[in-house]
């Protein structure tokens, strides 16, 4: 029987990332797999066109940025993962989210993904977004995919 260990949740803290961590968080409770989530900075504050600023601002909004992710990040576990006896370890990345949830995913060895169809873009008519597709498609384990419909 498939009994997952490590399940990598990424985030991009949008109401579709919510459903899949609600889906792993069950899968987690079932097989006492623990939960590695996710989040990838998208962009680096460096090259962020904030030529105006020096050194010193650059980086007070990266320190602002990743303050910021962090809050964000805590949100979630505080709504879905608190009192559910769940083990579970953050990772904030930044750089491209496919790259960086593909290759977390090798680095940690999970046996799961779990990821939700759409994201904080979602499109209407589109299934996936560019990150599950690629995620869906290269990935070196199984990749459970959470299909929300937001009303
Ligand atoms: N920056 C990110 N960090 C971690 N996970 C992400 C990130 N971006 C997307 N994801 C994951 O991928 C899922 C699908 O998002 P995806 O980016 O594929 O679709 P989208 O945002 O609707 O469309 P687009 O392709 O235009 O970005 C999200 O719900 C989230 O789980
Ligand atoms: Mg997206």
């Given amino acids: 029987m498939f009994k ?3 399940i990598l949740v990424p985030t991009d803290f949008s109401e579709y990332s919510e459903a899949a961590l609600a889906q792993a968080v069950e899968l987690a409770q079932q097989f006492g797999s ?22 010193e601002k650059v980086g007070e909004v990266k320190k602002h940025l990743a303050e910021y992710n962090k ?13 559910k006896n769940v083990n579970y370890e953050t990772h904030f990345e930044t750089g491209s989210p496919y790259d960086k949830i593909l290759k977390l995913a090798d680095i940690l060895k999970v046996d799961l993904i779990v990821i939700s169809s759409k994201g904080k873009n979602a499109l209407e008519g589109f ?14 384990c199984c990749v459970f995919l959470v299909r929300k419909v937001l009303q």
Avoid: C, Y
């Fill in 34 to 55: 623990k939960i590695h989530l996710v989040h990838v900075s998208a962009q680096d504050a460096e090259h962020m066109p904030m030529f105006f600023l020096d050194d």
């Fill in 4 to 6: 997952p260990k490590e």
């Fill in 127 to 140: 299934f996936t977004g560019s990150t599950t597709e690629k995620v869906v498609r290269k990935a070196n």
């Fill in 71 to 83: 809050q964000l990040m805590d949100a979630k576990i505080e709504k879905f993962i608190k009192g």
